[in-house]
């Protein structure tokens, strides 16, 4: 059975996070571990707690899997502050991880900080260089690159030839925010896949970024290549 890490924080509500990673797992028949970053006190509403566990026992969680079960894919996604970042980064060089996806959770759907300001350059420059594909959506992108706005594809590409220049193998900038329909960019460095899907008019959106990547994670762990991988993703959270 293929093994995927999920490398991010709990969600008491089960919406998003370790919880919603490990549901995608599943469904995808692999089997997850986690390193848990931080613990939350969270529901579908809003985020009324964070606890940052230490940046050595994230480590030693990471060994724990690694050295006995292992991974085929691994993703993060909340990762707080840059001690745990750095730890993080340290863990996926040591064990030489090829299939990461790295979503950069910085703010949870309700608005509240889930990244603190000073971890942003530290996820650029160490832990992109990692990934096998990050999955921004447009807020992120917006952060990460410095970009005043995306409102349309021409924005999105843009963005993602920046977030290309950070190092990641491929670039999926998400259009979930887009008031059209939901077109996601995925960048190669040289070309652009698209994958459109009708708009869902619904607010329980919460966890959809977790679950996408956590998709994406399970089905490079099964062998599929990215293209396939995040086509395979966005069916799945559609």
């Known amino acids: 059975m293929k093994k995927a890490l999920s490398i991010a924080g709990s969600d008491s509500g089960g919406g998003a996070g370790i919880q919603a990673d490990l549901k995608t797992f599943a469904a995808f028949m692999v089997y997850g571990t986690t390193a848990i970053t931080s613990v939350t006190a969270q529901n579908t509403v809003g985020v009324e707690g964070v606890y940052d566990l230490p940046p050595d026992f994230v480590a030693m969680q990471i060994d724990a899997v690694m050295k006995d079960i292992g991974a085929d894919a691994v993703k993060t996604g909340m990762l707080s502050n840059v001690e745990i970042v750095e730890a993080v980064c340290s863990k996926l060089k040591e064990y030489d991880v090829q299939n990461l996806v790295v979503d950069p959770v910085m703010v949870a759907k309700s608005g509240d900080t889930l990244l603190k300001e000073d971890a942003i350059t530290v996820i650029r420059e160490k832990l992109f260089p990692?990934?096998?594909?990050?999955?921004?959506?447009?807020?992120?992108?917006?952060?990460?690159?410095?970009?005043?706005?995306?409102?349309?594809?021409?924005?999105?590409?843009?963005?993602?030839?920046?977030?290309?220049?950070?190092?990641?193998?491929?670039?999926?900038?998400?259009?979930?925010?887009?008031?059209?329909?939901?077109?996601?960019?995925?960048?190669?460095?040289?070309?652009?896949?698209?994958?459109?899907?009708?708009?869902?008019?619904?607010?329980?959106?919460?966890?959809?970024?977790?679950?996408?990547?956590?998709?994406?994670?399970?089905?490079?762990?099964?062998?599929?290549?990215?293209?396939?991988?995040?086509?395979?993703?966005?069916?799945?959270?559609t």
């Open 130 to 237: 990692l990934a096998k594909v990050i999955t921004p959506n447009l807020d992120e992108a917006m952060v990460l690159t410095g970009l005043k706005e995306i409102n349309d594809e021409e924005g999105m590409k843009e963005a993602a030839k920046l977030l290309k220049e950070m190092g990641p193998k491929f670039v999926l900038v998400k259009g979930g925010h887009l008031t059209e329909d939901a077109v996601d960019l995925l960048y190669d460095g040289s070309r652009f896949y698209r994958y459109p899907a009708k708009r869902i008019a619904t607010r329980n959106t919460h966890g959809t970024g977790c679950t996408y990547s956590a998709a994406i994670a399970a089905c490079l762990a099964l062998g599929n290549d990215v293209p396939e991988a995040v086509e395979k993703g966005k069916k799945f959270i």
